[in-house]
C-alpha cells in the first residue's frame, strides 16, 4: 500500500513538473509545424533558457557555428563560446529545442550603465547618439544554427519572440552587428537600416556593419509576421509568467487580463553563473569594481563561491 502510494505520489510530482514545463515553453501548434516545415522535429518549442543544461548547450551550439565560420581563431578546450554580457541578469537567451535538444538560440542583451553593450568596442559613437537621446536600446548576439536546421522556419519564431518581448520591456531600438554579406538577409528578415559603417570586429576577427531596428516603426510589419504563427501560449501572458511584471508599453497582442495566470519568474542562480565563470577565468579578470557590484548583488550567494 505504501509504494503504491509513493508511486502514485511520483507520478503526480512528474506530471506536475511536466505541466510547469509546458508553461514555461511556447509550444507551437500542430498547424504552425506544417506551414512552416517544422513537423519532423519532435516537440519544437520556444522559450528563454533557464537552466544551467539549456545555457551550455546554447553556449556549445554558439561555438560549433562560429568555429565552422572561423569566427574563433584561438579553440577553446571547454568548446563554449559565451561571454560576460551572456550572464548578466537582464540578458536573454531565446532558444528553439526540439523536446530536450537546442537547435537554436539568439541573445538578446539590455543596455546597461556598468556593462554597456558588446557593441560598444567598435561602435559606441554611433549607441552613444541613441543614449544621449534617453533610448531604451538592446543589442542581438551570438545567433546559431546548426546546418541541418537552417532551412527551417524556427527563426521566425525567435525574432517575433525577442521583438514583442523588447516591446514589452519598453525597448526603443534593437541593434545587431553582421558580417556585411549578411546584411540583405537581415534587412529583409526585419524592418533593419544601417546604423554604422563597416568596420573590424576584433572579438571574431571579421568585419561587421552595425544595423538599427526602430520598435514603434516595426509594430506593423511584425504583426504580419506574427499572424502567420501559431503558438499555443499568448507571448503577454508567457512573458508575464517569466517576470512577474506587466508590459511597459501597450499593444493590440497584449492582453489586459494577465492576472489570471500566476507568475512564476525563474532567475539564473548564483550556482550557475560561478560554474561559467569558472570554465572562462578571463571574464572576471576584466571585470571593474562596479561591475563586480552588480553581480553580486544580482546573483545572491556568488560572493560565497569563490569566483568574484
Not at 554558439?62 to 541578469?89: D, G, R
Not at 525597448?171 to 546604423?195: S, W
Not at 508567457?238 to 508590459?247: A, D, K, V
Request: proline letters at 5%.
Amino acid at each position: 500500500m505504501v509504494c503504491m502510494v509513493e508511486e502514485e505520489n511520483l507520478t503526480q510530482s512528474k506530471h506536475h513538473k511536466q505541466g510547469l514545463e509546458r508553461r514555461r515553453t511556447l509550444r507551437i501548434k500542430y498547424s504552425g509545424l506544417k506551414r512552416f516545415n517544422l513537423e519532423d522535429l519532435e516537440k519544437p518549442a520556444i522559450k528563454f533558457a533557464e537552466t544551467k543544461d539549456e545555457l551550455e548547450q546554447a553556449f556549445a551550439l554558439v561555438y560549433q557555428v562560429y568555429w565552422e565560420k572561423k569566427y574563433i581563431t584561438e579553440p577553446k578546450e571547454h568548446k563554449l563560446y559565451f561571454s560576460i554580457y551572456s550572464l548578466l541578469p537582464e540578458t536573454v537567451h531565446i532558444i528553439a529545442k526540439k523536446y530536450l535538444t537546442v537547435i537554436s538560440t539568439l541573445t538578446e542583451i539590455f543596455d546597461t550603465e556598468e556593462f554597456g553593450l558588446p557593441m560598444d568596442c567598435i561602435y559606441k559613437e554611433e549607441v552613444d547618439v541613441l543614449r544621449a537621446q534617453n533610448r531604451k536600446i538592446v543589442e542581438l548576439s551570438a545567433l546559431a544554427t546548426p546546418r541541418e536546421y537552417r532551412w527551417k522556419n524556427i527563426f521566425l519564431y525567435q525574432v517575433q519572440v525577442m521583438f514583442w518581448y523588447s516591446l514589452y520591456k519598453g525597448v526603443d531600438d534593437i541593434c545587431i552587428t553582421i558580417n556585411p554579406r549578411h546584411v540583405r538577409y537581415y534587412m529583409n528578415l526585419f524592418p533593419f537600416e544601417k546604423f554604422g559603417e563597416e568596420k573590424m570586429y576584433p572579438r571574431v576577427n571579421a568585419p561587421a556593419i552595425a544595423l538599427r531596428g526602430k520598435v514603434e516603426e516595426s509594430i506593423e510589419d511584425m504583426i504580419e509576421i506574427f499572424n502567420a504563427l501559431d503558438m499555443e501560449t499568448p507571448l503577454d501572458y508567457y512573458f508575464y509568467l517569466m517576470t512577474g511584471t506587466r508590459p511597459i508599453k501597450t499593444s493590440s497582442i497584449f492582453r489586459q487580463d494577465l492576472e489570471k495566470i500566476k507568475p512564476r519568474p525563474k532567475k539564473i542562480d548564483a550556482d550557475t553563473i560561478a560554474y561559467f565563470l569558472e570554465k572562462e577565468p578571463s571574464i572576471k579578470e576584466k571585470l571593474t569594481p562596479k561591475q563586480r557590484e552588480k553581480l553580486l548583488k544580482a546573483y545572491k550567494g556568488l560572493d560565497k563561491k569563490g569566483v568574484l
